[in-house]
Structure formats: structure tokens, C-alpha cells
């Protein structure tokens, strides 16, 4: 078992930043590839990001690309995902997740959830 809390949500205006954090406990840290989704309502999870279990390879959805950053700390068992240049469409729960990382862009492709942090950006 992997247990995710993530932190750092909140309000912004369009055009400000948040940095979302995950923490995680339970089961070997390295052996997991982590990634952020989001949901808003009547809508399926959507992909933002993902990092390799070495920390090595990120990977991002054509709608933040450019604007978020994802890093890990394997020491700390962490990971981060710092968004800038934030838009309304931002707005959503965002979800930490980890899997074996065979699949990275999609929710079938992780086995543990953390509870979610709303971020909501106004116009």
C-alpha cells in the first residue's frame, strides 16, 4: 500500500502560480512513477503530468506543457508539481497518484490516489 497527501491548493488569479505537493508513506517510494490528474465536475480525470520512478523523465499534457513542472525528491518522498501561468480552465481537483509506470497518461495506469486539492483560478 501507498498512502498520497496532497497540500498546496487553493485560490489564485489567472496569471499567478501555485506549487501542489504529495507526500507519500507506505510501500518502497522508487518503485513507484508519479503523476497529477485533474477532475472537475461531469468530467472524466484528466492527465497534467508525470514523473519516472528515478526522477529522470517528466512528462506533461498538451495544456500545461510549458506552464507546469514536475520534480521528485526520493529522500523526502515527495513530489511537486509547480504551475504557473495559471487559466480559469485550471480550475479543478487535482489528484497525486502512483503506478509501476508502464502507463503514465492515463487513470488505469495507477494503482494508489491520494484525496484530492481543489485549485480554483479566477478571471
Known amino acids: 500500500q501507498v498512502q498520497l497527501v496532497e497540500s498546496g491548493g487553493g485560490l489564485v488569479q489567472a496569471g499567478g502560480s501555485l506549487r501542489l505537493s504529495c507526500a507519500a508513506s507506505?510501500?518502497?517510494?522508487?518503485?513507484?512513477?508519479l503523476g497529477w490528474f485533474r477532475q472537475t465536475p461531469g468530467k472524466e480525470r484528466e492527465f497534467v503530468s508525470a514523473i519516472s520512478r528515478g526522477g529522470g523523465s517528466t512528462y506533461y499534457s498538451d495544456s500545461v506543457n510549458g506552464r507546469v513542472t514536475s520534480c521528485r525528491d526520493n529522500a523526502k518522498r515527495t513530489v511537486t508539481q509547480q504551475m504557473n501561468s495559471l487559466k480559469p480552465e485550471d480550475t479543478a481537483v487535482y489528484y497525486c497518484?502512483?503506478?509501476?509506470?508502464?502507463?503514465?497518461?492515463?487513470?488505469?495506469?495507477?494503482?494508489?490516489w491520494g484525496q484530492g486539492t481543489q485549485v480554483t483560478v479566477s478571471s
Open positions: 507506505g510501500r518502497t517510494f522508487t518503485d513507484y512513477a
Open positions: 497518484a502512483a503506478g509501476r509506470g508502464v502507463i503514465l497518461d492515463r487513470p488505469s495506469g495507477y494503482n494508489y
